[in-house]
């Protein structure tokens, strides 16, 4: 089963590209949910969320909808005391809700493939055991089979992305090593992806259909190695996120 959505739903940039002008704010969920039955959320990287919004987004979506929750920084960022437990407490009602897709951790391009960090991405999955995670790097050198058997073993899964190709960063390969598939598409910004003044210019980018098929035989391939595949867009800025999606449901629905 293949999933597809965006990375974040949230954004006043968004307004009279995606929502109508008149939308409230409350009802961008459930307008977001009427075209894409998965989400990403990067609020969960910056704070625990309270109970309240967690049970907001259960109610104001359909029963078969998914959250992909971004692991807390203090899991991948920071990494010194890792706060598992009122991480885990905070999505909890999503996780019993059955809406929890899985656990994003994204490290930063400073956690190399050593030791220590292959240490602590054990600890990780022992920490966070019984919930799906997969796991995003940013530094190239992970790119070896072996990283690939110690996710395997780990139960964790792969993040796939597509983004600029510049020196260090992830090739556009698709592997899948744990419960599910997992794609992010980040843009081929390269000229902003280290030279920007606010976050948003590294995912200021607009996918051509030619590139978005280079992805069709890979998610293809994905979707036969595990039970379920989520493919997001992060290149949001103005809704670019939604016409990217768009455009890959079309190019997978003609591949059927």
Not at 178 to 190: D, E
Not at 203 to 211: I, M
């Amino acid at each position: 089963m293949i999933r597809l959505g965006t990375s974040g739903f949230s954004y006043d940039d968004w307004i009279g590209e995606v929502y109508p002008e008149e939308l409230p704010k409350w009802q961008w969920l459930p307008y977001y949910a009427r075209s894409f039955n998965t989400v990403e959320l990067n609020v969960t990287y910056y704070r625990l969320p309270d109970a309240r919004y967690v049970r907001g987004w259960i109610d104001r979506t359909p029963e078969d909808f998914l959250f992909t929750v971004k692991a807390h920084q203090s899991l991948t960022h920071e990494r010194n005391e890792p706060d598992v437990k009122a991480f885990c407490e905070s999505i909890q009602d999503l996780f019993t809700s059955g809406k929890l897709g899985c656990i994003l951790a994204q490290f930063p391009h400073s956690f190399h493939a050593n030791l220590e960090n292959k240490t602590y991405l054990s600890d990780l999955a022992k920490n966070l055991e019984g919930y799906p995670v997969v796991v995003e790097f940013r530094s190239n050198d992970w790119i070896r089979d072996d990283t690939f058997q110690l996710l395997r073993e780990l139960n964790l899964g792969f993040c796939c992305v597509d983004e600029p190709l510049i020196k260090g960063l992830m090739p556009p390969i698709a592997v899948a090593t744990g419960p599910l598939a997992y794609v992010r598409f980040h843009g081929r910004n390269g000229e902003k992806w280290w030279q920007h003044e606010f976050a948003w210019e590294r995912y200021d980018y607009t996918y051509s259909d030619e590139e978005l098929e280079e992805w069709i035989p890979k998610i293809r391939d994905l979707d036969g190695q595990a039970p379920l595949t989520l493919v997001y867009a992060n290149n949001h800025y103005k809704g670019q996120s939604v016409n990217t999606i768009n455009k890959l449901q079309k190019l997978l629905a003609w591949e059927e």
